[in-house]
């Protein structure tokens, strides 16, 4: 890596000529500005319940959800997995479900909103995956972990009901890295083939030079500035002046060749935003088929509020999965 990302400790935004954006939220997501995350027991346990309280989950009625173990990478431990069916389905399509949280934090409870919403309305078989979370754990342990799910669903595919041939993912966020790494993984070291990666407002690249994060260094809710480089930092194991695998950090793949179809979303008020638009634009230039959704108004963890953008976006990737599972 040619320059080593500003340290995590920096108070404000390192890039000159920052250009001003006079922020107006789109009516229904104001909730998001009120979101902050401290350090603190407490501000973990508060901004939890904001969550839970703008996310608004009730299980669907009929679905079948239930918590169990796969077999891990070797001499790694076995991976939680959370599975949403309809009980009758014998050959539904499987979406693997990759959650976001900075490399650090989430898991299968913060994303149930989001992993039954998929399951009823595609629908399709979803398993969300409670990967191992860096420091503990760093890079590859999460893409070996995902991996692990995609395989052992694939070789149980009749256990399970689904079709082995209709494998898609769902990577949010820190997920969205994961998910794009593991695409790149598969076409590289094989595995089960993948009909479409989804990477929602994805994190790609640990440098803090785009045009979106000079403009909303630290004036939008979720993502700060100060905090990008703390998190790649602990995902990687720390920087020590080489260049990070393009399979943690796809940004850095050179060759996007030979990779699924991509649906990519990004929030105008993201510091992700660029990021995400300049690896959907490259992967079109590889001849990848590739979706790619700008959100106005709106900042990262956009479809945490069920309002009627995120329900549109929701239902434009569903057509998505529809189209590369062959359900249309």
């Known amino acids: 890596m040619s320059r080593e990302p500003m340290s995590s400790g920096a108070s404000s935004c390192p890039m000159k000529g920052r250009l001003e954006v006079k922020i107006k939220p789109h009516p229904g997501y104001e909730s998001l500005w009120e979101l902050t995350n401290g ?60 959650h976001g949280g900075g490399f650090v934090a989430g898991g299968c409870d913060r994303d149930n909103h989001r992993a039954a919403a998929f399951a009823a309305g595609v629908p399709c078989t979803v398993l969300s995956v409670e990967y191992r979370l860096a420091p503990g754990a760093v890079f590859p342990a999460q893409i070996e972990d995902c ?9 149980h595919a009749s256990e399970i009901g689904i079709n082995r041939e209709k494998i898609a993912l769902l990577g949010t966020s820190a997920g969205g890295a994961i998910a794009a790494g593991l695409c790149l993984w598969i076409r590289d070291k094989g595995g089960p083939v993948i009909s479409l990666q989804i990477l929602n407002y994805p994190t790609l690249d640990c440098k803090p030079d785009s045009g979106s994060v000079m403009q909303f260094w630290d004036d939008v809710p979720m993502v700060k500035g100060t905090g990008m480089s703390k998190v790649w930092g602990l995902y990687l194991g720390g920087f020590d002046g080489t260049r990070p695998s393009y399979y943690a950090m796809p940004a850095l793949a050179r060759d996007l060749s030979g990779l699924p179809p991509a649906c990519i979303v990004t929030c105008e008020y993201d510091l992700l935003r660029d990021e995400g638009m300049d690896y959907a634009r490259r992967l079109m230039g590889f001849g990848i088929p590739t979706e790619l959704y700008s959100l106005p108004r709106v900042p990262h963890g956009v479809d945490l509020v069920p309002a009627p953008l995120s329900l549109w976006m929701r239902e434009g990737m569903y057509m998505s999965l529809r189209r590369e599972f062959g359900l249309l």
């Open 39 to 98: 350090s603190s027991p407490d501000d973990a346990k508060n901004f939890n319940r904001r969550l839970d309280a703008i996310t608004n989950y009730k299980p669907p009625a009929g679905m079948e959800i239930w918590d169990f173990e796969v077999p891990g990478p070797a001499d790694a431990p076995a991976v939680p997995v959370r599975l949403y069916r309809d009980p009758k389905a014998r050959s539904a399509p499987l979406l693997v479900n990759i």
């Open 147 to 155: 991996l692990s799910v995609v395989q052992w669903a694939y070789d």
